[in-house]
């Protein structure tokens, strides 16, 4: 096996892209499909300058979803949500960087939780912030466009910047995943997978989609022809 080969990616769709009036239905019919976890993005108008949805919410999508829930916090002072976030149904919970004074803190509080420890880093942020933390993160997701709406247009100089996550992650012998959330379709997401991305976070392209388990299965197959193409280099 070529050492250096790329992982087929996880896949998360975004649930901000469904349709909130059937959110039950929505969930449901992702269960058998491609989608690795669900994507749940919480703000609090005030981190982003928008309101989306919280605990009650995660709840009710937790009763029917068979997928792990990957909850991405954009709002300010998170600590003090984490506990209830982790009893309303989330696996995963990333604060972001920008909201955290003490985010060593932060992430030790949602280990003990006993979720997976993500930080999220907005466009502007250079990874190399993280350096000192790496290695006791479990996920680093880095927004490819700026959080707070659903819908834009993916930021290019993400590519460069998940390069040199990969590096700095290697270099400090750090397993966390890198998640990508932001404008990812299928024109980008090759790019993604061979500049180190282990996570896709699609809202639009899948929701917007005429079929969204049908688009999961080509973002799947798509996705796994190409890494498995990079095993025969
Ligand atoms: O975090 C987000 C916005 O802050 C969304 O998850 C993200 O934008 C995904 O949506 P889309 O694929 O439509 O860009």
Redesign the pocket.
Same mark, same amino acid.
């Given at each position: 096996m070529n050492p250096t080969r790329r992982m087929a990616p996880l896949l998360a769709p !975004?649930l901000? =892209?469904a349709d909130f009036g059937n959110l039950q239905s929505e969930t449901e019919r992702l269960a058998d499909s491609a989608a690795d976890w669900l994507?749940f #993005?919480v703000?609090d108008g005030r981190f $982003?300058p928008?309101i989306s949805f919280g605990i009650p919410v995660l709840q009710a999508v937790h009763r029917h979803a068979k997928q792990p829930i990957d909850v991405?916090l954009?709002i300010e002072e998170p600590q003090n949500y984490l506990a209830a976030f982790r009893d309303a149904g989330a696996t995963n919970l990333t604060v972001h960087y920008e909201a955290c004074t003490h985010l060593h803190r932060v992430v030790q509080q949602i280990k003990q939780l006993g979720c997976r420890a993500g930080v999220a880093l907005n466009p502007h942020t250079p990874v190399w912030v993280l350096e000192d933390i790496a290695a006791d993160l479990d996920l680093v997701l880095v927004? !490819?466009?700026?959080? /707070? @709406?659903? /819908?834009?247009t &993916?930021i290019p100089n993400t590519l460069r910047k998940v390069a040199a996550l990969k590096e700095l992650l290697v270099d400090s012998g750090s397993q966390a995943l890198i998640e990508i #959330?932001? *404008? $990812?379709?299928l024109d980008n997401a090759g790019a993604l997978v061979e500049a180190g991305a282990d996570v896709l $976070? =699609? *809202? !639009? &392209? $899948? @929701?917007?989609s005429a079929d969204p388990v049908a688009t999961l299965a080509e973002m799947r197959q798509q996705l796994t022809a190409l890494t498995e193409s990079g095993d025969q280099d």
């Open positions: !975004s901000l =892209a994507h #993005d703000m $982003v928008n991405h954009m927004m !490819s466009v700026n959080p /707070g @709406f659903g /819908g834009q &993916f #959330d932001g *404008g $990812v379709t $976070v =699609a *809202g !639009s &392209f $899948v @929701f917007n």
